[in-house]
């Protein structure tokens, strides 16, 4: 008897864990789909020899970001729109990194859990938006221009209980 709850115990376990792993995947499909796409419309563009990273941005509308390598071997970053149109390309050599901006709001903001930094589209040019935990427990979403990390706008968040 005992032997058969713990047979059962750990199927229990397994199937939840399966049932889990299968949740996790069908909700990041459609991530992953149009990220793929990102990295295939950049291969596709003139002068592009690899593709390093791509990315997804909702802000008012969604923007396709993707990092890329050109055939004179500098990086560019490309900013596709819904229909995939290429609305933007720069040298990343013009902007400021992702590494900088993450200093630059350690720097502002003391005691920060950064989440993420991803490059996006608002207002007509490249913005960066970083997204944090504050001490007091608010989130964040702290938006910068690419080009130089010039304040576009900010919105907080405090966590009900």
């Known amino acids: 008897m005992r032997n ?91 902007g400021v990194t992702k590494g900088q901006v993450r200093s630059m709001v350690e720097e502002a903001e003391e005691g920060v859990d950064i989440r993420s930094v991803r490059l996006g589209y608002d207002q007509n040019q490249p913005v960066y938006e970083i997204t944090y935990r504050s001490q007091e427990g608010r989130f964040h979403y702290y938006y910068v221009t690419f080009e130089d990390a010039s304040f576009v706008k900010r919105y907080s968040l405090q966590e009900t209980t």
């Open 4 to 94: 058969l709850v713990a047979i059962l115990s750990v199927a229990i376990v397994v199937a939840l864990i399966v049932v889990g792993i299968l949740f996790y995947q069908s909700a990041r499909s459609p991530l992953a789909s149009l990220e793929t796409r990102t990295i295939e419309a950049a291969q596709g563009e003139d002068g592009i020899t690899s593709v390093e990273e791509a990315e997804i941005y909702n802000g008012e509308e969604q923007y396709r970001v993707a990092r890329a390598i050109n055939d004179e071997g500098e990086e560019e970053i490309l900013f596709y729109d819904e229909e995939w149109e290429l609305i933007d390309r720069r040298s990343a050599g013009e």
